[in-house]
């Protein structure tokens, strides 16, 4: 049987055979093809089941169509999320005819040995630590390797692809206000990262917009989550908040789990809003209403960026490019203005 080659590519596709070849090795010139050109090319050669020569391919251009992905081990065994982003990659590098190389970063500098031994040229930073992300950028210079970020903020040229935290909590703001809530406190955690400093601006813009007066005594940036909450709720009933924007689900649910344990009606007294929509928040009494990050569309973006294909989105001035949260509303929440009925 014959096998297909370019040449039945380029012809079921109305193009050159150089542009089909270009495509298919992923060189500078690709990134001059449209991308509906690209991408019906590369669909095309995978409905024909044309199989490229990689050992060839590698050889003349000294790299191979892998890329490479830094994470923690453990923490990637354990938390959800990167498993997600992972999925997206996964998903992204097959579209592209690329595989996916994991490798530690424990040892960052003999990880980056190993990229650039096995001639991988593309490489994502999975790791939110902010030593290792500036080292890997300086390892990626070093290198000459193209780098993108996952999470947090991006570091000189090297891009990073995150939700819009701020954005995502003004929105939980909105949605407490429009529930007929006025007194909402944030429950943080201290700002070692950009993404608790981006969530606590973006409670302090909703509430802005929406005309409401933060209270210092309803805002806690602590590692005690519990003696945050005991401290909030211990203020007279009229002095103290009504809701709750809380930096993730687990510490939703500590708001919840303290409210009942205490006698108090919840959500009645106090609402709360959690942030991941990570399993916890389905399984509660009161299924947690959320904020639900698209991380499998982050994993598509960072091998989007590191391909050079267009994806209609400019980024801000730390050089994120920002994804969208969206709220998942469930039972957390008491509507004030409806006596607790939608």
């Known amino acids: ?36 050109t690209r991408r019906r090319i590369l669909d095309i050669a995978g409905k024909i089941g044309y199989r490229r020569n990689v050992l060839a391919s590698s050889t003349r251009t000294g790299q191979v169509n892998t890329i490479a992905v830094i994470l923690n081990f453990s923490k990637y065994q354990t938390t959800v999320p990167f498993s997600q982003i992972m999925t997206g990659i996964m998903f992204e590098t097959s579209a592209h005819r690329q595989s996916v ?24 930073m999975m790791s939110v630590e902010p030593d290792l992300r500036k080292r890997a950028a300086d390892l990626a210079d070093q290198y000459s390797l193209d780098l993108v970020y996952a999470y947090e903020h991006g570091h000189g040229n090297y891009p990073a692809v995150n939700v819009d ?34 969530r606590h601006a973006g409670y302090l813009c909703g509430m802005a917009e929406c005309g409401l007066e933060p209270d210092p005594r309803w805002t806690n940036c602590s590692d005690d989550i519990e ?20 930096l993730s689900d687990s510490v939703a649910a500590k708001v919840e789990a303290f409210a009942i344990q205490n006698g108090l009606r919840f959500p009645r007294d106090i609402s709360v809003v959690g942030f991941g929509d990570a399993d916890i928040a389905a399984q509660l009494p009161f299924p947690l209403t959320t904020m639900r990050e698209s991380l499998p569309e982050t994993g ?41 009925k939608k």
């Open 165 to 198: 935290n701020a954005e995502a909590t003004s929105k939980i703001v909105h949605y407490l206000k429009e529930n007929g809530h006025t007194r909402i406190g944030l429950l943080c955690v201290p700002h070692q990262f950009h993404y608790v400093t981006d």
């Open 300 to 340: 598509q973006l960072l091998v989007r960026l590191l391909m050079k294909e267009p994806i209609g989105i400019e980024p801000d001035e730390f050089n994120v490019y920002h994804t969208h949260a969206v709220l998942v509303e469930r039972r957390s929440v008491y509507n004030i203005k409806h006596g607790g």
């Open 1 to 36: 049987m014959k096998l297909p080659t370019i040449k039945d590519i380029a012809s079921e596709a109305g193009v050159n055979k150089c542009v089909v070849s270009h495509v298919l090795h992923d060189d500078a010139y690709a990134a001059k093809v449209r991308p509906e």
């Open 101 to 124: 190389k994991v490798f530690s970063d424990e040892d960052l500098q003999d990880s980056f040995h190993q990229i650039v031994e096995n001639r991988i040229g593309k490489v994502v």
């Open 227 to 246: 003696h945050s909450i005991e401290t909030m709720l211990a203020l007279p009933v009229k002095e103290r908040p009504t809701a709750l924007v809380a």
